[in-house]
Nanobody, 124 residues
C-alpha cells in the first residue's frame, strides 16, 4: 500500500509559476512510477506528466509540455511538478498517482494509488 499526499496548490495569476509536491509513504517509493493528473470541473481526469522510478524517463501532456517539469527525490519520497507560464486552462485539482513497475503510462486506469488532490487556480 502506498499513501500519497499532495501539497503546494493555491491561487496564482496568469503567467505565474507554482510547484506542487506529492509525499509518498508505505512501500518503497523508488520502485514506483509517479504521475500527475488533473481534473477541472465538469471534465474528465486528464494526464499531465509522469516520471519513471529512476527519473530517466518522463512523459508530458502536449498541453503542458515546455511549461512544466516533473521531478522526483527518492531520498525524500517526494515527486514534484513545477508549472510555469500558467494559464487559466490549467485551473484544476491536481492529483498524484503511483504504480509499480518500469512503464510510464499516461492513462489514469494504469495507476494503482492516488492522493486526495490539491487545488490549483489560475486567475486572470
Amino acid at each position: 500500500q502506498v499513501q500519497l499526499v499532495e501539497s503546494g496548490g493555491g491561487l496564482v495569476q496568469v503567467g505565474g509559476s507554482l510547484r506542487v509536491s506529492c509525499a509518498a509513504s508505505g512501500r518503497t517509493f523508488s520502485g514506483y512510477t509517479m504521475g500527475w493528473f488533473r481534473q477541472a470541473p465538469g471534465k474528465e481526469r486528464e494526464f499531465v506528466a509522469a516520471i519513471s522510478w529512476r527519473g530517466a524517463k518522463t512523459n508530458y501532456a502536449d498541453s503542458v509540455k515546455g511549461r512544466s517539469t516533473i521531478s522526483r527525490d527518492n531520498a525524500r519520497n517526494t515527486v514534484y511538478l513545477q508549472m510555469n507560464s500558467l494559464k487559466v486552462d490549467d485551473t484544476a485539482v491536481y492529483y498524484c498517482a503511483a504504480r509499480s513497475g518500469f512503464l510510464v503510462p499516461i492513462t489514469p486506469h494504469d495507476y494503482d494509488y492516488w492522493g486526495q488532490g490539491t487545488q490549483v487556480t489560475v486567475s486572470s
